[in-house]
């Protein structure tokens, strides 16, 4: 099977660039990066070629074989050059099997989160109501690229402008779709192993800046419950009795609310669900952690001549510009730049996890004396990513017209107060974790954590995207560090006779209490089925229209049409416009068409917006821009109708063709 073959080709050619610029802790250490690493570099390296192809009959062909050759020449390249010595044997002490056992619990945990919020029963996509904004949006990009020949891209909700979304992820999907795998067997198995590798360094970068492995055990199993709201108390207040809060609990259907009014507050932002919806999530964290293990990793090696030494991190400043007398540039620097130049992959990646990469970096600036060697990766990661960034932003900032700073996140009139009482309540008794971690640490574990806290204040200041909502992202970034302090803390309190290790086990549960919770309504959700094979609909779009039509409908999120890879001419706006898109214009265009009445002026307008089929149904009569002065008549008399939902499957649809030129 080809796709096979590409994943294997993926994890070789990321484990030839790793090898030649980081020492690995673990052989799981080992295999994560390389995944990771492999599958962003050749998500770009594919997309890239199959661009260059646009105009050939099959452009995603020519991108694979592209990446083909790309791994050859790794391959020959690495043949010729000694890698970095691994660094397996400075392991704390500790039991392999149950490293494994931890990481397989995690697997089981990370399939049943993936397939429970995706899935393809009979043939048609299904997936959560609580998910099915992005995987409506998510899923059209993919289908667009499988089977709506997006070169160049453009976004199946607005067309005609440059795709100004973090699709990488979405688009390797779509080339595993591509080369034999069915789309959501892709999606979920790419998102599996990205959650594992991400719990493999998250376990490898506690293990490393804390000397334990129990607490890297600790931080994989609270990496899946890191929401610690208080919002389970007054919830388990309600409820009258035992029984009767077990069957609530076992039955319930949403997100435990938070007591705020907020916006955003009851939709899981905050809960491991996030990682659900959002694919591309955790393999973008992942890199950022990839980073970070390497840097801990060279100011611990650079710091072992010094006589100040603690377990874990180093307790005194290393002098880490000058380096050894042995390094040579090539030792001291390559990494660094590599390391940068992942950091600058990522905006078409995940913008958000590329913006929080710099403020972390930039804490470690402020806080570290390690400076040289930041700068240079900071540099590289601007060098490689600010072009992209520029592109993704172009006219975002004209058209929204936010100020960057805005104070409170989504608390309407903050105050300070209102902002400390948020947090408390929000993170709870971890709070409490982290400052106990912070009591036994050294100061320089305690300077790691202002570093890594750096993004709650840029939560709280600064609004980085159309959509202040948007800044949660950060916050779920942030409560990873969080969860892995405190999980040294439970480790600490647990050290040293029965009774300890029930406090500890006691405070954990208080802790995530909140996060098992919200676990119930992602199992219980209802789903949303879109028809695909064997249905009349999608039958019909792929033997009578082109992979590069447009149709003119409602704003739909998920439809056959989409997952046909066709796009609309306007789809769901709240994508558009958070990724800056001119809505207001393309709205007036929508109005200006059908409230046309001239037929040779409505003709004139849908071939100028270059609209091949109108597809009307109960749905757009509804639409709130055009039904006051909606007419299906005119498409009725002067347009062919092409198709025709007789049976009501798809809220009465007819569709029409626009004539040609």
């Known amino acids: 099977m080809l796709s096979v073959l590409y994943l294997a080709g993926m994890l070789y050619f990321g484990d030839c660039l790793c090898r030649c610029f980081y020492r690995f802790k673990s052989i799981q250490h080992r295999l994560a990066t390389a995944f990771l690493v492999g599958l962003l570099v050749s998500s770009i390296i594919t997309y890239l070629g199959a661009l260059a192809f646009a105009r050939a009959a099959q452009p995603m062909v020519w991108g694979n074989i592209i990446f083909a050759v790309a791994v050859g020449l790794a391959a020959l390249k690495t043949l010729r050059r000694s890698p970095l010595n691994d660094d397996y044997n400075s392991r704390p002490a500790g039991n392999d099997k149950w490293d494994w056992l931890c990481l397989f619990s995690c697997f089981v945990f990370s399939s049943w989160l993936m397939w429970v919020t995706l899935d393809f029963p009979n043939g048609d996509f299904q997936f959560g109501f609580k998910s099915w904004s992005d995987f409506g949006a998510n899923l059209s990009v993919s289908q667009s690229f499988v089977l709506g020949h997006n070169f160049p891209s453009t976004h199946p909700f607005f067309p005609g402008e440059q795709l100004r979304y973090h699709f990488l992820f979405w688009f390797q999907a779509a080339n595993l779709a591509f080369l034999g795998m069915s789309l959501v067997s892709s999606v979920n198995f790419l998102s599996i192993l990205s959650m594992l590798a991400l719990v493999i360094l998250v376990m490898t970068f506690a293990e490393q800046v804390f000397a334990s492995r129990a607490v890297a055990r600790i931080s994989a199993i609270l990496f899946f419950f890191t929401s610690s709201s208080l919002s389970y108390i007054p919830f388990l207040r309600t409820l009258p009795g035992i029984s009767q809060a077990v069957k609530s609990i076992r039955n319930a259907t949403q997100f435990v609310h938070s007591g705020y009014a907020y916006r955003g507050e009851d939709w899981g932002a905050l809960t491991v669900g996030i990682f659900a919806n959002q694919r591309h999530l955790s393999s973008a964290i992942g890199i950022l952690f990839i980073t970070l293990i390497f840097l801990v990793d060279r100011y611990q090696h650079k710091s072992v001549s010094s006589p100040r030494v603690s377990k874990g991190l180093i307790a005194e400043e290393p002098a880490l510009p000058h380096g050894r007398a042995t390094d040579t540039f090539a030792s001291l ?91 408390a309540w929000t993170f709870g008794l971890k709070w409490l974790l982290i400052f106990v971690a912070l009591w036994f640490l050294t100061n320089a574990h305690r300077r790691l954590f202002l570093a890594l806290s750096s993004l709650v204040v840029v939560v709280f200041t600064l609004q980085l995207s159309t959509d202040v909502f948007n800044n949660h992202k950060l916050l779920n970034i942030w409560t990873i560090f969080a969860t892995i302090f405190a999980s040294y803390a439970l480790w600490r309190i647990g050290k040293g006779g029965f009774l300890r290790v029930g406090l500890a086990v006691v405070l954990a549960l208080a802790m995530s209490f909140g996060a098992i919770l919200d676990l119930f309504p992602l199992q219980n959700d209802s789903v949303i089925t879109i028809p695909h094979q064997n249905d009349r609909l999608t039958n019909w779009i792929f033997q009578n229209t082109q992979p590069s039509d447009v149709f003119l409908t409602h704003s739909f999120l998920a439809h056959p049409i989409l997952f046909s890879g066709r796009k609309l001419f306007l789809g769901y706006t709240l994508f558009a416009w958070t990724a800056g898109y001119n809505v207001g214009q393309r709205e007036a265009v929508y109005k200006q068409i059908f409230k046309e009445r001239n037929r040779d002026e409505l003709i004139r307008l849908l071939r100028q917006n270059k609209i091949a089929y109108v597809g009307i149904d109960n749905d757009l009569k509804g639409n709130s821009l055009i039904k006051e002065f909606f007419d299906e008549s005119i498409f009725q008399q002067n347009f062919q109708k092409v198709f025709e939902d007789t049976e009501n499957r798809y809220a009465g649809l007819t569709i029409y063709k626009v004539h040609e030129q």
């Open 333 to 423: 620097y390559k990494p660094l730049l590599f390391s940068g130049a992942l950091i600058g992959f990522l905006p078409y990646w995940n913008s958000a996890v590329f913006v929080s990469a710099f403020i972390v970096l930039g804490g470690l600036w402020l806080f570290f004396p390690i400076r040289t060697y930041l700068l240079c990766l900071i540099g590289m990661a601007i060098l490689v990513g600010l072009p992209q960034v520029l592109m993704l932003r172009a006219g975002t900032l004209t058209q929204t017209g936010h100020s960057l700073f805005h104070w409170g996140y989504t608390i309407p009139e903050p105050t300070l107060w209102l902002v400390v009482k948020y947090l």
